[in-house]
């Protein structure tokens, strides 16, 4: 392993449009970005369509162009005006969700906190984790969208879409920006959500191709990297010059980091590390805080300062901008550390204690990048 040749926190919030104008170059040939929580703060577009069809099924129209409640995060909808149909609206969701709900919210969001159930569910799952436990609700999610028409799925896409439009952190006009500034740039969505999800991305933020899940292969984690170097093995040229941009929650996304040249995640709880094995192309590594539609909307009215309440912690506000010579002298000890770890034969049946130890070690060498004489002001 090795640290990366430069790595920047962009420290205070900023727009996405301002952060291309600091990452992206004009000889940039491809930029590759995800959708879930990437496009849209918080927001999990394919679970959310997932949900929608939950409550077309039982409700159908009947709720369209009313304010009725909607809880947990958007995705149960309920309408206290149909007793009935509330009533087997919730009974349906709960023989469909409550059990891989518990699963996910055990294996998935709780061991991404608890460092001894994290442990356990490298125990349990192997090396990757976090795909082997989202593969139980996606493929319900899958299954059940599988069911409904063509048609109707991208109808209810686009509701989705337009739903949480403040949530926006990607628009249309910043990709037209993107192509104005870097001519003959081509940029693709890469995402784990269905495919209807992706067609109505694709239309409302005017990129040209996309990739996404299906029953028969979900595309998340390294099956991204595989379904992309499918789709255009270009990527994947040591001339390629390649931007690509992802939440990466709960480090889904982290294998991207050995593939492309300059990685950068978008308001992420679990960013990328300036660690990579030394055969990945990976040079630049870029953490940012994108501010939303409505946060933007907000600070222009005069709410200076305002961020969504969703955001647990306030983004630091100073950058840090770090060569490989000062990553080195701050991460030298971690690194033989972590080489240490790689560098040991485990048999087969034990070679997740070794993933989750340089996980452990990976994640840890962010705390360490934001020592004072490190902190440089940011730009304006």
């Not at 952060?19 to 496009?39: P, S």
């Not at 999990?44 to 995060?73: I, M």
């Not at 879409?161 to 403040?166: A, F, G, K």
């Not at 070679?351 to 705390?367: D, G, I, K, N």
Request: net charge neutral; proline share 6%; charged share 25%.
């Amino acid at each position: 392993m090795r640290v990366v040749d430069r790595f920047v926190d962009h420290g205070a919030p900023l727009s996405f449009r301002e952060l291309c104008a600091r990452v992206l170059e004009e000889e940039h040939d491809y930029l590759i970005l995800d959708l879930d929580k990437t496009t849209h703060l918080g927001r999990n577009l394919g679970e959310l369509l997932a949900w929608e069809l939950c409550a077309h099924e039982v409700y159908g129209d009947s709720v369209t162009g009313r304010p009725v409640r909607r809880w947990f995060g958007g995705r149960v909808l309920l309408d206290w005006s149909q007793p009935a149909k509330l009533i087997r609206y919730l009974v349906a969701g709960a023989h469909r969700w409550a059990l891989p709900g518990i699963y996910y919210l055990v294996w998935g969001k709780l061991a991404s906190r608890v460092p001894w159930l994290r442990r356990l569910a490298y125990s349990r799952f192997g090396p990757h984790p976090t795909s082997a436990v989202q593969r139980c609700p996606q493929m319900v999610a899958l299954t059940h969208l599988a069911s409904a028409d063509e048609a109707l799925l991208h109808k209810l896409a686009g509701r989705v879409w337009d739903r949480h439009s403040p949530d926006l952190v990607i628009s249309s006009e910043d990709l037209d920006w993107i192509r104005a500034r870097s001519p003959g740039i081509e940029i693709i969505l890469s995402s784990a959500s269905p495919k209807a999800m992706l067609d109505v991305a694709v239309e409302e933020l005017g990129a040209d191709r996309a990739t996404y899940s299906t029953t028969e292969r979900i595309n998340s984690g390294t099956a991204k990297i595989e379904r992309l170097r499918e789709m255009c093995p270009r990527l994947f040229d040591p001339k390629t010059n390649v931007l690509a941009m992802t939440d990466t929650s709960y480090g889904e996304d982290h294998c991207w980091a050995e593939h492309f040249a300059c990685v950068v995640d978008i308001n992420s709880p679990t960013p990328f590390a300036p660690i990579v094995p030394q055969a990945s192309p990976a040079r630049a590594v870029h953490s940012a805080t994108v501010l939303t539609r409505g946060e933007q909307r907000r600070r222009a009215k005069g709410a200076t300062g305002y961020l969504d309440a969703r955001r647990k912690e306030r983004a630091p506000m100073a950058m840090v901008d770090l060569d490989r010579e000062a990553l080195g002298s701050l991460l030298r000890d971690l690194l033989g550390e972590i080489n240490q770890v790689t560098t040991q034969v485990a048999p087969l049946p034990r070679q997740w204690e070794v993933a989750h130890a340089v996980t452990e070690l990976t994640e840890a060498s962010r705390a360490l990048l934001t020592v004072p004489w490190a902190v440089s002001p940011c730009p304006e």
